[in-house]
């Protein structure tokens, strides 16, 4: 069974960091693309970031430079450091195997 489990998100102040974890089980992690996307309420979803097999990494206009996608094989994981936090980021991030599934998702507020 094909497992996503995420954790990480949380309530911080504009300026601040955080770093989201994703981990993998039930399939052989390497193998595939994962993304990191977020949704607030009313608005569709939207890509944040993406990194393939390979660890190619792509990036929505408005987080590059703050936002770090990156992956570790050995520990079937997934992460998204995420700098420089702006109010605008507030949302639920959901992690993704692409074409496979989804993660339930982890709340990021971003308020002082």
Do not use: H
């Not at 489990?5 to 390497?30: D, K, W, Y």
């Not at 944040?48 to 408005?62: C, F, K, W």
């Not at 570790?72 to 639920?92: C, F, G, H, R």
Request: net charge positive; charged share 15%; with cysteine.
């Amino acid at each position: 069974q094909v497992q996503l489990v995420e954790s990480g998100g949380g309530l911080v102040q504009p300026g601040g960091s955080l770093r989201l974890s994703c981990a993998v089980s039930g399939i052989i992690f390497s193998r595939y693309g994962m993304g990191w996307y977020r949704q607030v309420p009313g608005k569709e979803r939207e890509m944040v970031a993406v990194i393939t097999s390979g660890g190619t990494t792509t990036y929505s206009e408005p987080v590059k430079g703050r936002f770090t996608i990156s992956r570790d094989n050995a520990k079937n994981t997934v992460y998204l450091q995420m700098n420089s936090l702006k109010p605008e980021d507030t949302a639920v991030y959901s992690c993704r195997i692409l074409g496979v599934l989804w993660g339930q998702g982890t709340q990021v507020t971003v308020s002082s």
